[in-house]
Nanobody, 118 residues
Framework: QPPFVESGGGRVQVGESLGLSCGTS????????VAWYRQSAGKQRELVAS???????TYADSVKGRFTISRDNARNRVYLQMNRLRPEDTAVYYC????????????WGQGTQVTVSS
């Protein structure tokens, strides 16, 4: 399966906003849960937010109320709107889709770097 291609990262100041976007050419996009993950230096990759086929969303506690995930099934795209950014949000952000069989994340791309400066 082809990887996601992420974009929209950059360097911002604390409290500012940033929007990320990713796209893929997988044929089953509209049928699967898709998610944003992030990995900061020296840490494990962590799930940030997910959205399933009906549009139900989940968020890591650390981003609840600040980040919003959405999807466009017609364009095979996933978005992450990040508000009130904090230095601890600094990471490489990745998209993935979740296998219907075992829920494992798939489609890792290169990611996009987000840096939040204080």
């Amino acid at each position: 399966q082809p990887p996601f291609v992420e974009s929209g990262g950059g360097r911002v100041q604390v409290g500012e906003s940033l929007g990320l976007s990713c796209g893929t050419s997988i044929s089953i996009f509209s049928q699967v849960t898709v998610a944003w993950y992030r990995q900061s230096a020296g840490k494990q990759r962590e799930l940030v937010a997910s959205i399933n086929r009906p549009g139900t969303t989940t968020y890591a506690d650390s981003v609840k109320g600040r980040f919003t995930i959405s999807r466009d099934n017609a364009r095979n795209r996933v978005y992450l709107q990040m508000n009130r950014l904090r230095p601890e949000d600094t990471a490489v952000y990745y998209c993935a889709w979740h296998s219907a069989q075992d829920g494992s994340p798939k489609g890792w791309g290169q990611g996009t770097q987000v840096t939040v400066s204080s």
